[in-house]
């Protein structure tokens, strides 16, 4: 019997949809804990549903489809456990993505994961919940990790990298699974970025999520090999991490500025030990840039808002910097200690005046050569002809004679 063309086959001769059959199973009839591991069970349907895109790649993005529509259903009804269940599926996949021989890319799930308005990621960053949030961070993590230099989003992950920083800046402590797994979402862009030598945009965010996140107590020493299955020692390894990305002066500039806003913030420099541990952590990661730690020190020891106190702590600390180019250093300080002097009208207190001529007077001997200093102070005169600046620099100057 000949069948009309305009009659479409029956059920049993149409391509059978695998996918519509393999994704419902992978969760399973009752909802898991979703502070527990995954079921075994469940991770062996995960590595069907990737042994069946492996073989139908063109199949993954139906697939990555379904998948947001179960995490977005199972959200509205706080089936955590399944929500759960669905993320690590996508993680499972990205990973399985990375291989060389896979014939899907991570790109396959962009749409669903960062391109739509509501997309995945965004959605479960920006959830109440610390524990969804935790997995939304996650989910960026893996996604992130799929990317190569040859094919990336690096711009596309920016703003949920930015999300990550405030929430890890924000959670600390107090919700360490979700700042844990922020900072691991951060250190795979950076890692990225690093394959790409690119400096990451978003710098001075992920130095303020860092630096809130650091150890500054004291209780393991700052040369030993972090842990990185904590808050400290994760900030501690995303810290040492800067060093290949300070190669330029004015980006070290910029990291400092971002250490210094932190440290003005809650009288942070009167913490003696804890600035002292975080210079040397800061320390470690601009160890081949040392004059520019000593002339941020210097510049900011002017800035508004700091206490005389304050002022000397900055001072003293940009004298323990490794001493390098010494008269520029001297030079450097006759501009910047007179305006430490005179930058409120509380600056001028006995304290901070002697450590401002105890500053210059080091300064000086690292010098030695007097035809050398005599020519930086006429050089500083001539650039400040004032007579109220004038006076100061000849006041400093003074102290320099043996």
Aim: glycine share 4%; aromatic share 6%.
């Amino acid at each position: 019997m000949v069948m009309c063309s305009c009659i479409p086959p029956p059920a049993s001769l149409q391509p059978r949809k695998v996918y519509n059959i393999l994704v419902p199973d992978v969760f399973p009839l009752k909802p898991p804990d979703p502070h527990s591991d995954v079921p075994k069970g469940v991770e062996r349907k995960m590595e069907k549903l990737a042994e069946y895109l492996q073989k139908q790649p063109a199949r993954t993005s139906k697939v990555s489809r379904r998948l947001t529509r179960r995490i977005k259903a199972e959200l509205a009804y706080k089936n955590y456990g399944y929500v759960k269940i669905a993320v690590q599926t996508y993680r499972y996949l990205l990973g399985k993505s990375a291989a060389e021989e896979s014939p899907f890319t991570f790109s396959y799930f962009a749409k669903e994961l960062i391109e739509e308005p509501d997309a995945v990621i965004r959605t479960l960053m920006s959830h109440t919940d610390p524990m969804i949030r935790t997995m939304g961070a996650e989910l960026l993590a893996s996604y992130i990790k799929a990317q190569n230099p040859v094919e990336h989003q690096l711009r596309a992950v920016q703003p949920l990298v930015s999300t990550a920083c405030e929430l890890a800046r924000k959670g600390g402590q107090l919700q360490a699974a979700q700042t844990l797994a922020c900072l691991r979402a951060v250190a795979e862009f950076m890692g990225l970025c690093f394959e790409l030598k690119t400096l990451p945009p978003n710098l001075e965010e992920i130095e303020a999520a860092v630096l809130q996140n650091l150890d500054t107590s004291g209780a393991s020493p700052v040369n030993t090999t972090p842990d990185e299955a904590t808050v400290p020692g994760l900030a501690h390894s995303l810290l040492l991490n800067f060093k290949p990305f300070l190669q330029d002066i004015s980006t070290v500039y910029r990291v400092m500025e971002t250490l210094f806003r932190h440290l003005d913030e809650n009288g942070r420099w009167q913490q003696t030990d804890s600035v002292q541990r975080l210079m040397a952590l800061v320390q470690s990661s601009c160890s081949e840039q040392p004059f520019p730690l000593f002339t941020a020190l210097m510049r900011h020891s002017s800035a508004p808002g700091l206490g005389p106190d304050e002022r000397v702590v900055v001072i003293n600390l940009a004298l323990q910097q490794p001493s390098v180019y010494s008269l520029s250093a001297f030079s450097m300080a006759l501009q910047e200690l007179p305006r430490a002097l005179t930058a409120d009208a509380n600056a001028a207190t006995t304290a901070l005046h002697n450590a401002v001529m105890g500053a210059v007077r080091k300064l000086a001997q690292e010098v030695g050569d007097a035809g050398q200093m005599c020519e930086a102070i006429s050089s500083v005169l001539r650039q400040h002809a004032t007579p109220s600046k004038t006076a100061q620099v000849r006041a400093l100057g003074a102290h320099t004679r043996p």
